[in-house]
């Protein structure tokens, strides 16, 4: 499930930031290039820590294709480092270590249905394996994207999303939790568009990411339509340090995110996701 990265992971290396795209108010894509030498290979799910130089060191999965020369990332100012990275202008150089962790199991879903459930900035570390899956699409049965976010002027991709909604082999619906007047589409949570959706229930792969909460809700939305836990998989967030599991900083139960995951699958962690906030 792992691509290789690069000799010493704890290096960063150079990057080139090139085209930016502001998506929201606090939300930037950015394509990071390497000065010297290739991309490293990576697989949909996997994330890399970015280095704002002289602010810190975050990690931020990757939200571009796999065969781009560059990686591109999607980063939420929340904070001093996201906010510092979220700023960049073309031209700009970042540290860039990566790629590490787990991916979604794109390959292995095939000749299943694939349902994507996101929330929020969710969306973004499951762009990649979107892309591929479209990429591939006679190899899938039917493809479901689920997604959700607060209000709509939370939507991320939003021209993207269009296209996916276009097409006669993608079925996407869209949620918000709070409607404007401009609004007509569904107002609720991501969970509840589970019920309805059409997939095959004793077929398929859900590929989720979202908040935490969000994520608990959904897995036991899709148990209660039916769908095995070992069919599921959720990409989980902890503060990362090291990211190749000597730290102890992303530790999730007897796991540690950063190696372990991001990307699980629900039923080897469905007893610790029960508990909050642990
Ligand atoms: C595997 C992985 C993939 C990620 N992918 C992305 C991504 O694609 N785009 C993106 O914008 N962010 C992503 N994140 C989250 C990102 O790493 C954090 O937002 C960032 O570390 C915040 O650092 P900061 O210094 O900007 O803010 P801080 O000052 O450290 O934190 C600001 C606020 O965010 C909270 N916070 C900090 N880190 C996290 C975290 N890991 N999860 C949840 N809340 C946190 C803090 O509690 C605080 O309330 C990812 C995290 C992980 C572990
Ligand atoms: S970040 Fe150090 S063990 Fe995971």
Known sequence: MTAVAQADPFVPQIYRVGRVRRELADTTTLELTP?????????????????????????????GATDATSFVHTVRDVGAVSA??????????????????????????????????????????LRPAIYQVLANRSRYGRVVILYGSRNPKDLLYRGEMEQWRQRADVNVEVTVDHADADWHGSVGVVPALIRRAVFDRHDSVVLVCGPE?????????????????DRVYLSMERNMKCA???????????????????VMRFDKIAEILAVREI
């Open 35 to 63: 000065l010297a030498g290739p991309r490293p290979a990576f697989e949909p799910g996997q994330f890399n820590m970015l280095y704002a130089f002289g602010v810190g060191e975050v990690a931020v999965s990757v939200s």
């Open 84 to 125: 510092a990275i979220a700023k960049l202008e073309a031209g700009a150089t970042v540290g860039l270590r990566g790629p590490f962790g787990t991916s979604w199991p794109v390959k292995s879903a095939e000749g299943a249905d694939v349902v994507f459930v996101a929330g929020g900035l969710g969306l973004a570390p």
């Open 213 to 229: 909460v969000m994520m608990r809700f959904t897995a036991n939305a899709l148990r209660e339509v039916d769908v095995a836990p």
């Open 244 to 262: 190749i599991g000597l730290c102890g900083h992303c530790q999730f139960g007897p796991a540690f995110v950063c190696k372990d995951g991001p």
